[in-house]
């Protein structure tokens, strides 16, 4: 069973706007990672929130935790085509083994 | 400093065969865990191994298993292949001093 889910399942947007995407959860977590993925090939890491952690930032993504809610989004600003792909949530709770979500796939239309 | 790495690329079997999947984990990572891919879907754990022993074991039959190796190199093996066991397999790796899973680029995993 997946312990994330991501919303919307898809995202299209055209370049320069920005891009939303939310992934909620069931249980406690010790963290939660975002991750890329272009086409089918590998997962990229974009970012590492922790459960004492309320925002971060890397570059032109900010994300965000509210383990209240048991939720979390991902912002992308000024988005380029580059950032065409299926962006994942993932869960860990301090044991490694990450939980993933379906994913949101994001369009960027030049 | 090489990433992950696994091999092969591509893989096509047939139904009832064995295959051997191979990874080799981020330089300094002692740890190693497997995820199958369905198309269209997000990874879902196979299992995890540390010290040469498996840690951690997802919802997956005793058809997949694996090796870790002390060069902490680790091998997903999945015996009668089916149907459904199309997919990309990843492997990631991290070291506990890190929480961040590094992911390999996959082996694409097809099934005639």
């Known amino acids: 069973s997946q312990q994330g889910e991501e919303d919307p399942q898809a995202l299209s947007i055209q370049e320069g706007e920005n891009a939303t995407m939310n992934c909620s959860y069931k249980t406690s977590i010790n963290n939660l990672q975002w991750y890329r993925q272009n086409s089918g090939r590998g997962l990229v890491h974009l970012i590492l929130i922790r459960s004492n952690e309320r925002e971060k930032h890397s570059g032109r993504l900010r994300v965000t935790l509210d383990t209240s809610k048991k939720s979390s989004s991902l912002l992308i600003t000024a988005s380029r085509a580059a950032d065409t792909a299926s962006y994942f949530c993932?869960?860990?709770?301090?044991?490694?083994?990450?939980?993933f979500g379906a994913g949101t796939t994001v369009t960027v239309r030049a | 400093d090489a990433g992950v790495t696994q091999s092969p690329t591509h893989l096509i079997k047939t139904r009832g065969q064995q295959v051997t999947l191979r990874c080799s984990p981020k330089s300094g990572h002692d740890t190693v865990s497997w995820y199958q891919q369905a198309l269209g879907q997000g990874p879902q754990f196979i299992f995890q191994y540390y010290e040469e022993e498996e840690r951690q074991r997802g919802n997956f039959p005793d058809r997949f298993s694996g090796h870790q190796f002390p060069n902490y190199s680790s091998e997903l093996n999945v015996n009668a292949l089916l149907l459904g066991d199309s997919a990309l397999y990843l492997c990631a790796s991290t070291a506990v001093s890190t929480d961040t899973q590094y992911f390999g680029p996959g082996t694409r995993l097809t099934v005639l």
């Open positions: 993932a869960t860990d709770k301090s044991d490694y083994k990450l939980s």
